[in-house]
């Protein structure tokens, strides 16, 4: 078959076959395009016009769209549940010699979103990985500002810890002798067992923070923290393989101590409409939607994470207080901050683009 193939389709094949469980989005000019039963699920999930280049016995089906329309399209079939590889064109084609070269740039999914227009401003995105043991590793990370967490949980507080962060996308071993929990609007993305040994996390972990690093992060490689660890390298690797660029944003790990927070239950979590609603699990109606008032999408996040992390140190309770007792007294001071920073991009954001090569 591959001989009755054309030059850029035999170009397609051999980028779809490394990426066989993603659609793969194929930059021709000003469009990109999707083939074979790609160019059929995604003409059923973006209601896109299904045609084929040639006529007859052979045709093949494709579907596309218009280059300028790439981020609405992603956020559709990501909300559909599709893994995404984006095949871009990476020379000129006005001085391309023969066909132009074309490579995958990326391989989009749940959590691994980094585009402004398919992000809430205001929530994180994160990707976590587990390691299912007793006791259980958990690293999470928002890609788009690069903030990196892991920590060591006993099993039962697996559920917990889950509905609280609420990840997009979960990395769960695929030999692991129970599944993955639940976890409304979670993506589980299963992974082979070595991608989280320590014999592949490790020196992944030494290579993108430094050997000595891990330690001074406050780690005990010895210990406990092993899985969290694991759990983090685990991270690294597939950003590594989805990404194909630099990840200069992730600078820090930092290690979750559970005792500084306090801890609740999934059932109490929900009850409570902390961050989402009982009813039908929307943001509008919880107790964050009435109390935040932020003006920036970096406040907003902020927000969710003290309120998603209740302090239980007693001093850095009233620390916080006192803060908010500051500006609550003083209005006029509280107005002017809110005035400056109504001006204010989301660095944290914008920097993850930069730093990625994905900025505008």
Not at 146 to 164: C, H, I, N, Y
């Amino acid at each position: 078959m591959s001989q009755d193939l054309t030059p850029m389709m035999r170009q397609y094949m051999e980028a779809k076959r490394a990426c066989p469980d993603a659609l793969l989005l194929f930059r021709m000019g000003d469009f990109y395009e999707l083939f074979y039963d790609d160019a059929k699920i995604a003409a059923q999930t973006l209601n896109l016009t299904l045609t084929s280049r040639e006529k007859g016995d052979n045709a093949q089906p494709m579907a596309g769209f218009p280059h300028h329309q790439l981020e609405s399209y992603l956020a559709k079939l990501l909300a559909a549940g599709f893994r995404v590889a984006v095949c871009d064109q990476v020379e000129d084609p006005k001085t391309a010699k023969g066909l132009v070269r074309r490579e995958i740039t990326r391989i989009v999914t749940a959590g691994t979103i980094t585009d402004e227009g398919l992000l809430d401003p205001k929530e994180p995105n994160y990707l976590a990985a587990i390691v299912p043991k007793e006791p259980t590793g958990i690293a999470w990370i928002d890609l788009s500002t690069g903030r990196f967490f892991a920590g060591v949980f006993s099993m039962d507080r697996l559920s917990d810890e889950l509905v609280r962060l609420r990840p997009a996308e979960v990395l769960w071993p695929e030999d692991a002798t129970i599944g993955p929990p639940t976890v409304d609007g979670t993506v589980v993305t299963k992974r082979p067992a070595w991608a989280f040994a320590t014999a592949q996390t490790w020196p992944i972990l030494e290579r993108h923070f430094g050997a000595q690093a891990i330690e001074g992060f406050g780690f005990d490689p010895e210990g406990d923290d092993v899985v969290a660890l694991c759990a983090a390298g685990a991270i690294l690797d597939y950003l590594n393989e989805t990404q194909r660029t630099g990840l200069p944003h992730i600078e820090r790990l930092l290690r979750y101590q559970a005792g500084k927070f306090m801890e609740i239950d999934e059932s109490t979590w929900r009850s409570l409409e902390i961050t989402r609603t009982l009813r039908d699990g929307h943001r509008e109606g919880s107790l964050l939607w009435v109390i935040d008032r932020t003006i920036t999408g970096m406040g907003g996040r902020l927000l969710v994470d003290w309120m998603t992390n209740p302090l239980t140190d007693g001093e850095a309770i009233r620390r916080r207080q006192d803060a908010v007792a500051e500006f609550m007294n003083r209005p006029e001071i509280c107005g002017q901050v809110r005035d400056a920073l109504a001006a204010v991009y989301d660095l944290e954001r914008l920097l993850g683009r930069v730093t990625a090569g994905r900025c505008t």
